[in-house]
């Protein structure tokens, strides 16, 4: 089965800039979403097909995604961007497949 | 504005089925796949299953045997039961919208589905 790979953690200063990787077989040959899940909440996608912000995600959050490696960066981090954050891919036999999550800690 | 409300019942006893319903409010009903995520308690987001308006189901191969997703369109409602619970399927049980994305630009075309509305989740303990 299809698996991805995440940094269980990150760490990143007030206004400084966190990446968080996901990691699969070909990734690249697929789309990358990312998700935001605060304490408490339902997720809320942030990136979209690879590179795409919807409406209402601040210019900050921001995608790549190439060869076995998607991630996802943060500028300029601000303490309420401290969350879990997924990444996800989808296969036509695997179906939906998330990351292994990575937590975001704003110190 | 499109929002996903879901219910059902919170607490099971060990081999008892799981049965939770989703509605949904706004947008079109027939142009998505309609998704049941879960999240035990301080793990990850893991895949239950689909079924679109005309009642076409994917499941995951881990879950394909007890499980049974449905569809009323008349109620834009969806359903999920599952069979034969256990202590290992204690989790936040969410309902979501599957949303279809492809690009043809590249050097060759991608497609996928992501989840772009979320239900707020239920919280379904298994215990005896």
């Known amino acids: 089965s299809y698996e991805l790979t995440q940094p269980p953690s990150v760490s990143v200063s007030p206004g400084q800039t966190a990446s968080i990787t996901c990691s699969g077989d070909e990734l690249g040959d697929k789309f990358a979403f990312w998700y935001q899940q605060r304490p408490g909440q339902s997720p809320v996608v942030v990136i979209y097909?690879?590179?795409k912000r919807p409406s209402g995600i601040p210019e900050r959050f921001s995608g790549s995604n190439s060869g076995n490696t998607a991630t996802l960066t943060i500028s300029e981090t601000q303490a309420m961007d401290e969350a879990d954050y997924y990444c996800?891919?989808?296969?036509?036999?695997?179906?939906?497949?998330f990351g292994t999550g990575t937590k975001v800690t704003v110190l | 504005q499109v929002q996903l409300q879901q219910w059902g019942a919170g607490l099971l006893k060990p081999s008892e089925t799981l049965s939770l319903t989703c509605v949904v409010y706004?947008?079109?009903?027939?142009?998505?796949?309609w998704n049941w995520i879960r999240q035990p308690p301080g793990k990850g987001l893991e895949w239950i299953g689909e079924?679109?308006?005309?009642?076409?189901?994917n499941y995951s191969p881990s879950l394909k045997s007890r499980l049974t997703i449905s569809v009323d369109r008349s109620k834009k409602q969806f359903s999920v039961n599952l069979t034969s619970v256990s202590a290992a399927d204690t989790a936040v049980y969410y309902c979501?919208?599957?949303?279809?994305?492809?690009?043809?630009?590249?050097?060759?075309?991608?497609?996928?589905?992501?989840?772009?509305?979320w239900g707020q989740g239920a919280l379904v303990t298994v215990s005896s």
């Open positions: 996800q891919a989808w296969d036509g036999s695997t179906p939906y497949v």
């Open positions: 079924i679109n308006h005309s009642g076409t189901t």
């Open positions: 706004g947008g079109s009903f027939n142009e998505y796949y």
């Open positions: 979501a919208r599957a949303k279809y994305c492809y690009d043809s630009s590249g050097y060759s075309p991608r497609g996928g589905y992501y989840f772009d509305y």
């Open positions: 097909e690879d590179t």
